[in-house]
């Protein structure tokens, strides 16, 4: 009994390992987001994420875009910072390797990823932010 215990136990754990993405939003890295990070996460979305990510331009969505964002955001931290670093191909168009930000470090990619879906958030539950992006400037 002790020894199906312990193998059930053991196909249990090795489960785990396979288990689906934790939504960006629930995760470790996201919840232990620092003022530091977000300074960081910042400039970088001000010098590249922005030029894509704040119009819709060259393909890329809009953080207004709830539906996108929060399907996205299921495929959890790993996976989109892969997509950042990589590249990412979309229907309308292409994210180069590094979202554009060719200096960038790992680090600073990941606290690009993290910022883009806390402002993501913010766009999308404040009244005022949703006005200015349905004026499309
Ligand atoms: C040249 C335009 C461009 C720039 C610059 C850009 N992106 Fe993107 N991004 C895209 C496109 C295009 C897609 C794919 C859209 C689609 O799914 O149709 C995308 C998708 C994404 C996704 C979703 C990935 C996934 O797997 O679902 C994330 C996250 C993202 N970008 C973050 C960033 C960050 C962070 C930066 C800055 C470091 C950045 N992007 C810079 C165009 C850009």
Redesign the pocket.
């Known amino acids: 009994m002790i020894k199906i215990s312990i193998t059930l136990l053991f196909i249990f754990l090795q489960a785990c390992d396979t288990k689906p993405p934790v939504n960006i939003y629930k995760s470790d890295e996201y919840n232990r987001f620092t003022e530091q990070d977000r300074i960081i996460?910042e400039s970088?979305?001000a010098t590249?994420?922005?030029?894509?990510?704040m119009y819709g331009?060259?393909?890329?969505?809009t953080l207004s875009e709830k539906d996108?964002?929060n399907?996205?955001a299921g495929?959890g931290f790993q996976?989109?910072?892969?997509?950042?670093w990589e590249g990412?191909?979309?229907?309308?168009?292409?994210?180069?390797p590094?979202?554009?930000?060719n200096p960038?470090s790992e680090e600073e990619?990941k606290k690009?990823?993290l910022?883009?879906?806390q402002l993501a958030k913010k766009i999308q539950t404040s009244d005022s932010l949703k006005q200015v992006s349905k004026l499309n400037l």
């Open positions: 996460g970088i979305w590249t994420c922005f030029r894509c990510h331009s060259n393909g890329g969505k996108y964002w399907e996205a495929k996976a989109l910072y892969k997509s950042v990412k191909a979309g229907d309308e168009g292409v994210m180069p590094k979202g554009l930000c960038c990619i690009s990823v910022y883009l879906f």
